[in-house]
């Protein structure tokens, strides 16, 4: 396997991680928890909405894309790497922001999506310094 395709199937990887996690938030509603935020009027930020959808799919998207369109452009792959770091950088805050946690299934996930971002980092690197 190649590094470009280790580093799709990385990106792949971190949008599961990203859906499997949002799930395990919203498990608990299944068992009659109150999911509802406290002190809140019931509309959602529609900041927070559409900056998770970037980080979700948004940038993953851009990232496979940069490598499938044109994985030998410098650009492309510039491009990539600075989209695997920023990704990296933002799961690594979250995983810390979420210590401590209600939701044990957290505990699994965060960590785990905290390596694949690194290993995806290490990945987007090597295809950048592939001449």
């Known amino acids: 396997m190649n590094n ?12 599961c991680g990203i859906a499997c996690h ?14 509802a935020i406290v002190a809140t009027d019931g509309n959602m930020d529609q900041g927070m909405a559409f ?34 770091v920023v990704m990296a950088l933002l799961n690594i805050m979250h995983a810390f922001m979420e210590i401590p946690s209600e939701n044990a299934g957290q505990y699994a996930i965060l960590p785990l999506m905290v390596v694949i971002c690194c290993m995806l980092t290490w990945q987007s690197y090597k295809v950048l310094k592939n001449k």
Not at 4 to 15: C, D, E, G, M
């Open 51 to 84: 900056f998770m959808m970037t980080m979700a799919f948004l940038m993953p998207a851009c990232g496979i894309l940069c490598l499938l369109i044109n994985e030998k452009a410098k650009s492309m792959k510039l491009i990539n790497f600075v989209l695997s």
């Open 22 to 35: 949002s799930i395990c938030d919203i498990l608990p509603m299944f068992w009659g928890k109150d999911m």
């Open 4 to 15: 470009v395709s280790k580093t799709v199937a990385l990106w792949l990887l971190s949008i």
